[in-house]
């Protein structure tokens, strides 16, 4: 079982950085790979990234490579999703989760955060 918290979410201005977190309990955290993805309101839940256990490998939805960038302290329990260079069209809840399998699809993951907001201005 893991639970997971994510923080760090707010309202900022085009352009600016943002770096969300994404807290777990478990003792088996360093076994999942971990994942973000976000909805914006009238849209479907769309997938960001993940990061493997190891840390060493990752993967981003187009729409976000070169900007967002995903780490994780297994030491800590904690994965981060760093948002640089934002716009307002990554406005959106933030979900993070985790997955045993992994991927792209937000139907491999077995559990998910509550969610932060991300509101970017223009």
């Known amino acids: 079982q893991v639970h997971l918290v994510e923080s760090g979410g707010g309202l900022v201005q085009a352009g600016d950085s943002v770096r969300l977190s994404c807290a777990a309990s478990?003792?088996?955290?360093?076994?999942?790979?971990m994942g973000w993805f976000r909805q914006a309101p009238g849209k479907e839940r769309e997938f960001v990234g993940f990061?493997?256990?190891?840390?060493?490998?990752?993967s981003y939805a187009d729409s976000v490579k070169g900007r967002f960038t995903i780490s994780r302290d297994n030491a800590k329990n904690t994965v981060y999703l760093q948002m640089n260079s934002l716009k307002p069209e990554d406005t959106a809840v933030y979900y993070c989760?985790?997955?045993?399998?992994?991927?792209?699809?937000?139907?491999?993951?077995?559990?998910w955060g509550q969610g932060t907001q991300v509101t970017v201005s223009s």
């Open positions: 989760a985790a997955s045993l399998r992994g991927g792209i699809y937000d139907y491999s993951y077995d559990y």
């Open positions: 478990g003792r088996t955290f360093s076994r999942y790979v």
């Open positions: 990061i493997l256990w190891s840390g060493g490998v990752t």
